[in-house]
């Protein structure tokens, strides 16, 4: 896959509010996580309205894109070694970031879904559901965060040892505060290891 830009992410968050894209679509993803963008970026392409609308209207691909975040992190940690990693990092923490605020909020079905600011006329996105809401949408952060649900009937994501996503993502979120190279400098860690070492000899020496 050749460069990419901010504007293919920004491309790939408008299928997600117009059709359902499939967990096993790693081309999808891949480019979901190794575009270099600013800051910024993602709360400009992945706006908190954008958010509550795919919550309400598209839960499941939202559902996939909060467990895929999580699965890059979870990759990450176990081996942080090249630039594509940091890159797929960072997006995975900035969007996590993003979507969770409106994950908490009470649900509000307007009386009238507004158009997408982004319409096709060709590919409109598909009718909203009876209310504006589908079962998942109400307590999204329990079926998905705590149950491990899709947000398609019965189904469940894969977990180690059937630990919940949320469990995970905290737990996955405090390693990557101690990562050398990425959170803490290489000459920090190193500088560490010998006050370690020497703190050590000295507790040695005391003792003969």
Avoid at 154 to 174: A, I, K, N, S, Y
Wanted: some cysteine; aromatic content about 8%; overall charge neutral.
């Amino acid at each position: 896959m050749g460069n990419t830009n901010s504007m293919d992410f920004r491309a790939h968050v408008v299928q997600m509010h117009k059709k359902q894209i499939e967990l096993s679509d790693h081309q999808f993803w891949r480019t979901i996580f190794i575009t270099a963008m600013e800051p910024n970026d993602i709360a400009a392409f992945l706006s908190w309205e954008e958010v509550r609308r795919l919550r309400r209207l598209q839960p499941k691909n939202l559902a996939f894109l909060l467990y895929k975040s999580i699965e890059q992190l979870e990759s990450f940690c176990a081996s942080s070694s090249s630039l594509i990693d940091h890159t797929a990092a960072l997006n995975s923490i900035r969007i996590i970031g993003q979507i969770m605020p409106p994950l908490f909020e009470p649900l509000v079905v307007p009386e009238k879904e507004p158009p997408l600011s982004i319409a096709d006329k060709k590919n409109p996105p598909p009718p909203p559901p009876p209310g504006g809401k589908t079962p998942f949408s109400d307590d999204f952060v329990q079926h998905v965060l705590w149950e491990n649900k899709m947000c398609d009937g019965d189904e469940t994501f894969l977990t180690h040892g059937g630990v919940p996503l949320g469990q995970r993502l905290v737990q996955l979120l405090v390693h990557c505060c101690f990562i050398p190279g990425f959170t803490i400098g290489q000459k920090q860690v190193s500088t560490k290891k010998k006050e370690g070492a020497a703190a050590a000899a000295a507790e040695a020496a005391a003792e003969l």
